[in-house]
């Protein structure tokens, strides 16, 4: 498996994730699929802004997986933290794909000077729970309820991790 920098001829194979994702998992708070047009918008939308878009790939070049960032509220005092969000194929979980993309885009969001990283995990969703922090980032709050998918209730697990320890940023 190779981690590499996503490209337009991805974006079918990222929205397949996604869409299967709304489908059949709680991972994405929506019963509403997103259709090419809506995947190819959310793409360029990060690369003109310069946010990463990464894909897992195998040798044949298909996509196991992918991860991206992006701004975590839209208000300019949250400027330093970032919102991740990571996909694998359920054909591939177990394999070390999702744990890889995180490193990797650990790696970008430190190099572009992120302070904070945040993911937002269902609370059902132990995996990825255990996945976060074994990478280091701590649970920082469980908003109970929050979310509805399936007939049910979901609580959101926000998890944070401090990627460039630093004085106050300047005024």
């Given at each position: 498996?190779?981690?590499?920098n ?15 994702a ?18 190819t ?33 839209p ?18 979980h ?16 430190e190099?572009?000077?992120?302070h ?6 269902d ?21 109970p ?18 990627l ?8």
């Amino acid at each position: 498996m190779r981690i590499r920098n996503a490209e337009a001829k991805d974006i079918p194979a990222i929205l397949a994730l996604y869409n299967q994702a709304v489908r059949e998992t709680t991972a994405a708070w929506t019963g509403r699929e997103e259709t090419l047009d809506d995947r190819t918008t959310w793409y360029e939308g990060r690369i003109s802004k310069g946010l990463p878009v990464i894909v897992a790939v195998d040798e044949k070049e298909n996509v196991a997986g992918f991860a991206s960032y992006g701004p975590f509220r839209p208000k300019e005092g949250y400027r330093h933290t970032a919102e991740h969000t990571v996909y694998v194929d359920p054909a591939r979980h177990r394999q070390g794909i999702g744990r890889a993309l995180m490193i990797h885009i650990l790696e970008i969001a430190e190099a572009e000077g992120i302070h904070v990283l945040v993911g937002g995990v269902d609370g059902d969703n132990h995996a990825s729970i255990r996945l976060h922090e074994a990478l280091g980032f701590e649970v920082s709050g469980r908003l109970p309820q929050t979310g509805t998918k399936f007939g049910r209730w979901l609580d959101l697990v926000f998890l944070t991790k401090v990627l460039v320890p630093q004085e106050a940023p300047q005024a």
